[in-house]
């Protein structure tokens, strides 16, 4: 089956600490995209990559570094840096081209840092 | 405004059509989405309308597009109890870079049984 996997689906840190979200997809798509989702809020987009190493921030990527050596795979990291790091993680990915480009997205790692 | 706009909340009875509403910000954009997410779950694309289209219909799921007013509109018929979720707009704007797509802050539809 096709698809996009996030693990592990609930993660918990202690502050302070670095953490690595996965994201991997099967689905040949180009391009890759991180996404935080808070309570009423969203989505906002943090980093995004339409080729292998090669990647973008997006509005809100302090705190956060993405690295893209695999066209499968585009972990997320979240550094000691990030202020409120607490939060729904959602990763999504995409055909390039002049088509639709619609995302599809995986099923969120929730991250909760004390 | 530069963000995509949507009402917070809507509560239907089962059984009636529900109506969730997108203002988006830009009329050039090219594609306009609709996705769903249920509690604790990732998006799921429910459909999509080109820009030079004005309506699209998909079994239950009805989307109406204005471009001159940049408002957007899916319809879902004889809502059941299973449509419950948070709803996001999404559009494509012309000439955004790498397929990015700008996202509403969602509707959270409660169907009353």
């Known amino acids: 089956d096709g698809g996009i996997t996030q693990s592990p689906k609930y993660l918990f840190r202690k502050e302070g600490q670095n953490v690595t979200l996965s994201c991997e997809q099967n689905?040949?798509?180009?391009?890759m995209y991180w996404y935080r989702q808070d309570p009423g809020q969203g989505l906002r987009l943090i980093y995004y990559?339409?080729?292998?190493?090669?990647?973008q921030k997006g509005d809100i990527a302090e705190g956060y570094s993405v690295s893209r050596e695999k066209k499968e795979s585009f972990p997320l990291t979240v550094t000691s840096a990030q202020k409120n790091p607490t939060a729904f993680y959602l990763c999504?990915?995409?055909?390039?081209?002049?088509?639709?480009?619609?995302?599809?997205f995986g099923p969120g790692t929730r991250l909760t840092v004390t | 405004g530069e963000d995509v706009e949507q009402s917070l909340f809507l509560s239907v009875r089962e059984g009636d059509s529900s109506v969730i509403n997108c203002t988006y910000t830009?009329?050039?954009?090219?594609?306009l989405y609709w996705y769903k997410q249920e509690p604790g779950a990732g998006l799921q694309l429910l459909t999509y309308?080109?820009?030079?289209?004005d309506m699209k219909q998909d079994q239950r799921l009805t989307v109406l597009l204005n471009k001159k007013d940049k408002h957007l509109s899916l319809r879902i018929a004889d809502t059941q109890t299973g449509d419950s979720a948070i709803y996001f707009c999404?559009?494509?704007?012309?000439?955004?870079?790498?397929?990015?797509?700008?996202f509403g802050r969602g509707t959270q539809l409660t169907v009353w049984p």
């Open positions: 999404a559009e494509r704007r012309r000439g955004s870079t790498l397929g990015r797509l700008y």
């Open positions: 309308i080109f820009s030079n289209m």
């Open positions: 990559s339409q080729i292998v190493n090669d990647f």
């Open positions: 689905l040949n798509h180009d391009a």
């Open positions: 999504a990915s995409s055909i390039r081209g002049t088509g639709g480009n619609e995302q599809y």
């Open positions: 830009d009329s050039s954009s090219t594609y």
